[in-house]
């Protein structure tokens, strides 16, 4: 007699139908992403790097973020050393992320899980989040293929653009020049309106806010983003506990 899957045990699915759901519901997303995944893909040639070079790095690394702050520091004398620690310090941001998906990553099977996490972006991420807490509001059953499905989209369209970017695109030296430099803001701030925040939301959105401007100014490199991420999480921890509405609803 075969042993019981630790996740469906729990309660928790993983399944095709969960996987094709995440993916659909983050396709518009990933063609946004697929607009820095085009920048990407140009700035890796204009820095000397071949095809198959830049197609590695996003089919391996994938992360749109680290990869662009990677090509920053690309040169003759590439500072290893510094490159490495620049993208730790930006990439800490998804241990809090993680924490913030527990309820669902500690329901599945350790393969399930980590294989999740490899194609887990800011994007997938956040509509994860949104998912969580539609399914927790409407009682429904989840389903742990959901992040995996996400993610999957950011990486076929991150994959493809980047070739695109890479082979196609001609005569585009500075890309801020048609606003393309605009794509992460806007994906983001399309992200954020999706969340739908709480008024309980608020304090910690403004402490993170406020923190990351700060240490922008203040600090070197990129500690703002840690910083930032930080004091949200400590806000949204040790601030007041929002009062439940009517019929246990919180506001």
């Known amino acids: 007699m075969n042993a019981p899957d630790p996740a469906q045990a729990d309660g928790l699915r993983f399944s095709f139908p969960g996987l094709v759901a995440g993916f659909r519901a983050c396709l518009p997303v990933a063609l946004g992403v697929a607009v820095y ?92 989040l949104g998912r969580m807490a539609e399914d927790t509001r409407q009682r429904r059953e989840p389903d742990g293929a959901f992040l995996l499905g996400a993610g999957l989209a950011v990486y076929v369209f991150w994959n493809l653009s980047t070739a695109l970017g890479h082979t196609l695109v001609r005569g585009l030296d500075d890309p801020a020049r048609y606003g393309l430099d605009f794509a992460f803001t806007a994906v983001f701030t399309a992200l954020l309106v999706g969340l739908r925040p709480r008024r309980g939301d608020i304090l910690p959105l403004l402490a993170a806010t406020a923190t990351a401007l700060l240490c922008a100014r203040l600090l070197p490199g990129k500690w703002y983003i840690l910083a930032g991420a930080a004091a949200g999480g400590l806000a949204a921890a040790f601030g007041p506990t929002p009062v439940a509405g009517p019929a246990g609803k919180r506001p």
């Open 37 to 128: 995944g085009v920048l990407f893909g140009l700035l890796a040639r204009q820095k000397g790097l071949s095809l198959a070079e830049a197609q590695a790095m996003s089919l391996l690394v994938f992360a749109g973020a680290s990869q662009l702050i990677a090509l920053d520091l690309w040169g003759p004398n590439l500072a290893v050393a510094s490159l490495i620690l620049t993208t730790f310090i930006v990439n800490l941001r998804h241990v809090l992320m993680g924490a913030a998906l527990s309820p669902w990553l500690t329901r599945l099977a350790p393969g399930q899980a980590f294989g999740s996490l490899f194609f887990m972006t800011d994007e997938s991420w956040a509509l994860t």
